[in-house]
């Protein structure tokens, strides 16, 4: 039953609907008191993520706006639907937290569905290894130019994003590619209890990839890499073959990405991904993680890859063109960086001497 702020409760005693708004008056109320030090949250080191912050509000209002909204199959719905995305902002988090970027993520989710779909004479097992394996070996290709000729990663990608595209069209013949297993199809669909399976998927790469980042070595030098490469350098760290492995596993999430994302449509197009790699890179910015490098996090790229999910999906069901989406994110994210900016020049600033 949708709530109504007018509605008031018989004999005085508050009725459910304004217990609840009292609750999340509450809940707001305790965040801003946690959040004193606004420089320290606005940094990413206060009580919460800002990013989350953001996902707190929209939420809250897509909530009075659609009595649809907070619906459970509304909400497997955002799940599954950044899933695609959110798989591939992983990967890209450990890539721009080293300080590069890989822009060909897109065209390798584009490649991995047209062959997980188009070897399927061969067997679902041989295609999808096969999809799995070209992100696999394209993200070694990218980390290994990228770290033997020292060109810069946004120069790379973009050849290997421009060349993979082509590679398509040539497999494809530029036709579309249907499935022809419905085993397949039929995963994209699947749940587990009132659990989507594609939304299980995501969130557990998203666990594993926060534990890797905060509790093994790799993590720890994926941070010194980007914070300062001459120091890890004289620390030890290989630096090259570390950022090779972390090219290759932004190669196999976009990989994964494409493979579970055909399951969903049963279909792969060869322009299929287009895009994918801004909004990617959009999510990972949203959630904190700095594009010169040595700072970001798995937490904050989730509460930016669902702030992209919740305005989409929110302003769908308030009937917004969604055009309007891309507007409102563009002004988020060029204040983002506007205020990370300004931060980093107060902080050199007291550090000077």
Known sequence: M?????????GGVA????????????????????????????KGSGFIQPIWVFVIVITIFFSFMSEYFLSIGNLSNILVQTSTIGLIALGMTYVMINGNIDLSVGAVLGLSASLSVGLQDYGITIAVIAALASGLVLGAINGLVVWKTGVNAFIVTLGAMIGVRGLIFVYTEEQSFYATN?????FGTASIGPFPVLALIFLICTLVMHL???????????FAVGGNPEAALDAGIRIGRHMMINFI?????????????ATQMGAATPNLGRDYELWTITAVVLGGTKLTGGYG????????????GILRNGMNLMQVPAFYVLVILGVILISVLIIDQRLNVHASKGVSI
């Open 2 to 10: 949708a709530c109504h702020l007018g509605d008031h409760h018989p």
């Open 15 to 42: 009725g459910p609907c304004q217990q609840a708004q009292a609750s999340i008056h509450d809940s707001l109320l305790n965040l801003v008191i946690n959040m004193i030090n606004m420089k320290d949250f606005l």
């Open 182 to 186: 419905f085993a397949f199809s039929d």
């Open 212 to 222: 890797v980042l905060k509790k093994t070595g790799h993590g720890r030098n994926t």
């Open 249 to 261: 596993i932004v190669g196999f999430f976009a990989a994964l990405a494409g493979v579970l994302l």
């Open 297 to 308: 996090s798995i937490t904050g790229t989730l509460g930016g890859v669902l702030a992209i």
